[in-house]
């Protein structure tokens, strides 16, 4: 089996009621400090609202996703998923990528293909 040298964090659903995007970016934050390469893709239409600036609630997931982004921590923002809530690249936290979800799929392949670690949360 291959060394894991990258990961790809996977959030489907943003609900403030559940800990997935806390432990998204929990995991996210661990695996960059541990050295690994670390690429979130935000995708369907619940998933993508992290990728939203400006959003109310608790916790402050807006300030949490920039201390991601300086760290180097990558966030991908699936197109499809936005076009659905009407979600804009303008209106997408600085620094998250807008990527079509022919990209997205590419992704998966490339790090199941490299025997790379794929988490869904």
Same mark, same amino acid.
């Given at each position: 089996?291959?060394? %894991?040298?990258? *990961?790809?964090? #996977?959030?489907?659903?943003? %609900?403030? @009621?559940?800990? !997935?995007?806390? =432990?998204?970016?929990?995991? &996210?934050?661990?695996?960059?400090?541990?050295? #690994?390469?670390?690429?979130? *893709?935000?995708?369907?239409?619940?998933? *993508?609202?992290? &990728?939203? &600036?400006?959003?109310?609630?608790?916790? =402050?997931?807006?300030?949490?996703?920039?201390?991601?982004?300086?760290?180097?921590?990558?966030?991908?923002?699936?197109?499809?998923? &936005? !076009? *659905?809530?009407?979600? +804009? +690249?303008?209106?997408?936290?600085?620094?998250?990528?807008?990527? !079509?979800?022919? =990209?997205?799929?590419?992704?998966? #392949? @490339?790090?199941? =293909?490299?025997?790379?670690?794929?988490?869904? #949360?």
């Amino acid at each position: 089996m291959p060394e %894991v040298t990258k *990961v790809l964090l #996977l959030l489907k659903n943003m %609900v403030y @009621e559940s800990t !997935s995007p806390q =432990e998204t970016i929990r995991f &996210a934050k661990y695996y960059q400090k541990k050295g #690994l390469y670390v690429t979130v *893709v935000l995708f369907g239409p619940m998933g *993508v609202m992290l &990728a939203k &600036a400006g959003k109310k609630g608790l916790p =402050e997931y807006d300030s949490k996703i920039k201390d991601c982004l300086e760290m180097g921590i990558k966030f991908k923002c699936c197109e499809l998923g &936005a !076009s *659905v809530i009407g979600l +804009k +690249k303008a209106e997408l936290i600085p620094g998250i990528e807008m990527v !079509s979800s022919y =990209e997205i799929a590419d992704l998966f #392949l @490339e790090f199941c =293909e490299q025997g790379q670690l794929v988490i869904t #949360l």
